[in-house]
């Protein structure tokens, strides 16, 4: 899937396009040289995912929604996996109604944690309690549409340079894309 989006980005042959991987493991394009897109594949459940951004910078991240992981309540798998959300992650996960809207919120953080980490190139950090993502409980989130509300703060600060956007694909999965935003910060530069 990588080769073909390369292929028609740069209109490329096929046996031309090489692809290596950072120390970390994150594939990147290196010829045709000087290309500046970047691009990011996932695969789980049903679903393969693809993200591309005019910047290097972009990760993408599906889940499916097993809504009882490990025969275990919603509340007993959020505090097992608690070393890795904030304190304002935890408070949204618990503070759902049912057992199912926990483990949905659960799988929304950890889709919005895997496609920074993605992004950055960076792989999973020591501590991801470090990385509180803030979502719009106001913002719609079902099948079909996507959400571009979510912000993230990193050791308390927000980190703006990052644009994430959420989907359902269908009942049973969760998708998030993070990208650089390079138009953003190249329209405040002039």
């Known amino acids: 899937m990588l080769r073909y989006a390369a292929q028609i980005f740069t209109g490329a042959e096929?046996?031309?396009?090489?692809f290596e991987r950072t120390e970390k493991g994150k594939p990147?394009?290196?010829e045709p040289p000087n290309t500046t897109f970047g691009l990011n594949v996932t695969?789980?459940?049903d679903y393969v995912g693809f993200a591309s951004s005019c910047s290097s910078k972009v990760g993408v991240?599906?889940?499916?929604?097993?809504?009882?992981r490990n025969n275990k309540t919603a509340?007993?798998?959020i505090n097992s996996m608690a070393k890795n959300a904030s304190a304002e992650e935890l408070r949204m996960m618990r503070g759902q109604p049912?057992?199912?809207?926990?483990?949905?919120?659960?799988?929304?953080?950890?889709?919005?944690?895997?496609?920074?980490?993605k992004a950055t190139?960076?792989?999973?950090?020591?501590d991801l309690r470090r990385i509180d993502f803030r979502i719009d409980m106001n913002d719609r989130y079902r099948p079909g549409c996507f959400v571009k509300s979510t912000t993230m703060l990193q050791d308390g600060a927000l980190q703006d340079q990052w644009i994430f956007e959420e989907t359902f694909p269908d009942n049973n999965h969760s998708a998030a894309v993070c990208k650089e935003a390079i138009y953003l910060?190249?329209?405040?530069?002039?």
Do not use: N, P, S
């Open 98 to 117: 049912t057992e199912a809207m926990k483990m949905t919120m659960f799988y929304r953080y950890w889709c919005l944690k895997e496609a920074i980490c």
């Open 43 to 45: 695969h789980q459940g």
């Open 14 to 18: 096929w046996k031309t396009i090489r």
């Open 61 to 68: 991240d599906i889940m499916r929604l097993d809504k009882e």
């Open 28 to 30: 990147y394009l290196v």
């Open 75 to 77: 509340d007993e798998y």
């Open 185 to 190: 910060h190249q329209m405040q530069d002039k």
């Open 121 to 126: 190139g960076e792989g999973i950090l020591e």
